[in-house]
């Protein structure tokens, strides 16, 4: 995808505290989708990875993708139903992730809060080195001790320590995806005592 060549990953400035919600693409066409989300304006957010490819003369070229070609993330930024209503008439073909409020038994809008979308980003980043990427429900099969980090460049984020063998990792998830990286457990913190 030629379109990323010159992308870079930015943190997000400050928090201004307006939710973010998954979107699923119905088509592969996320370099068009990401055009005109960026000259609308839009916030939106797409989790990328660094890939190295062969080519026919055998170089090694590296590329940043997206992790899953069919998910983006979008800001709230239209009050009460001005997201549904432009997520419906994008000529796109996306649908905001739900999921089952649990006081009325309905499906709504899964509401990812800002805090968390700002630790997952942050966790998104390309240049960390070992990171894995899972579904949601593998990540909610993970036992772990909700922790949040106090040393090094996740400093501040939460998320779930958990083990794999012998290493230790932060989980992240939220609607759609989970994000692990690879950490310390020396630099995390319980955020509530294990029980």
């Excluded at 997000?12 to 989708?33: A, C, N, Q, T």
């Excluded at 998910?71 to 239209?78: A, C, D, S």
Aim: proline share 7%.
């Amino acid at each position: 995808m030629d379109f990323l060549a010159d992308y870079k990953f930015s943190v997000p400035g400050e928090d201004d505290g307006r939710p973010w919600y998954g979107v699923r693409l119905f088509s592969r066409r996320i370099k068009e989708v990401w055009e005109s989300l960026a000259g609308g304006g839009m916030d939106f957010f797409v989790p990328m990875h660094g890939v190295d490819t062969q080519d026919a003369s055998g170089r090694i070229r590296h590329a940043v993708r997206p992790v899953v070609s069919n998910l983006l993330f979008l800001k709230k930024t239209l009050p009460g139903r001005g997201m549904d209503d432009f997520v419906n008439s994008s000529p796109y073909g996306m649908s905001i992730i739900r999921s089952v409020d649990p006081a009325s038994g309905l499906y709504v809008n899964a509401e990812i809060p800002a805090g968390q979308m700002r630790d997952f980003i942050i966790m998104c980043n390309p240049e960390l080195a070992v990171r894995k990427f899972m579904g949601e429900r593998e990540a909610a099969l993970k036992p772990g001790t909700l922790v949040a980090v106090h040393h090094g460049p996740l400093r501040g984020v939460t998320g779930k320590l958990v083990r794999a063998g012998k290493k230790y990792y932060l989980l992240k998830d939220i609607p759609g995806i989970a994000v692990a990286i690879q950490v310390s457990r020396w630099c995390c913190e319980p955020l509530q005592p294990r029980g």
